[in-house]
């Protein structure tokens, strides 16, 4: 019997389930970001922190959202009102936080994995779990770049074949009819 993406999706998430604690999501997040997401402070990057806190640790915890609050020095309201407003936005809108997403449940198969497995290094599970996490958000980036610089180098060689097509036109036109014809290409240019 084959699985759908959502059976697959939600064996995963109960796999997951409780076995990743909320100082570590934080952590994961705070690593993300770059910054401290316990500031006290409204900017927009650490509001997009914070709710990727809140929605991760609801996510794959059983904690109470006084709990989750707590831990920033926040109480349950603010919780709840940043999942019902910001999360939805974020998800659909903001690449960076949708990457993070991506990367943490990368980061939590692999630490949960790790755990399964009672794998440890000197490093310790976490370490390695958020290295190869930050590595593959960093490939996916890398992807990302490599695309734009595939559609940067398509318009650079369409441009360089107009400009080799429009080099010979204006090589086969006499010099002393040359100001002529580009009087008449700045009227028709300003006419589109």
């Known amino acids: 019997m084959t699985k759908t993406i959502q059976q697959a999706e ?3 998430q109960e796999k997951l ?3 990743i604690k909320i100082e570590k999501i934080k952590q994961f997040v705070d690593r993300y970001y770059g910054f401290n997401i316990e500031k006290n402070t409204r ?3 650490y509001i997009k922190a914070r709710t990727m806190y809140y929605f991760l640790s609801r996510k794959y915890t059983a904690q109470p959202l006084s709990d989750i609050g707590s831990l920033l020095n926040r109480d349950h309201s603010t919780v709840i009102h940043s999942l019902a407003k910001n999360h939805d936005f ?3 809108y903001n690449q960076v936080y949708k990457n993070g997403l991506a990367s943490f449940d990368d980061y939590a198969v692999r630490y949960v994995g790790m755990l399964d497995k009672k ?3 000197e490093q310790g599970i976490d370490t390695i779990a958020l290295k190869e996490s930050v590595l593959h958000y960093e490939n996916i980036k890398l992807k990302e770049q490599l695309n734009e610089l595939h559609t940067e180098h398509q318009l650079l060689m369409q441009s360089a074949k107009v400009s080799s097509v429009l080099g010979e036109i204006v090589n086969k ?3 002393n009819k040359l100001p002529i014809v580009v009087e008449r290409l700045n009227a028709m240019v300003k006419m589109l």
């Open 90 to 92: 974020y998800a659909k």
């Open 10 to 12: 939600a064996d995963l």
């Open 173 to 175: 036109i006499p010099e």
């Open 43 to 45: 900017k927009d990057e």
């Open 119 to 121: 794998q440890q290094s």
């Open 17 to 19: 389930y409780n076995k």
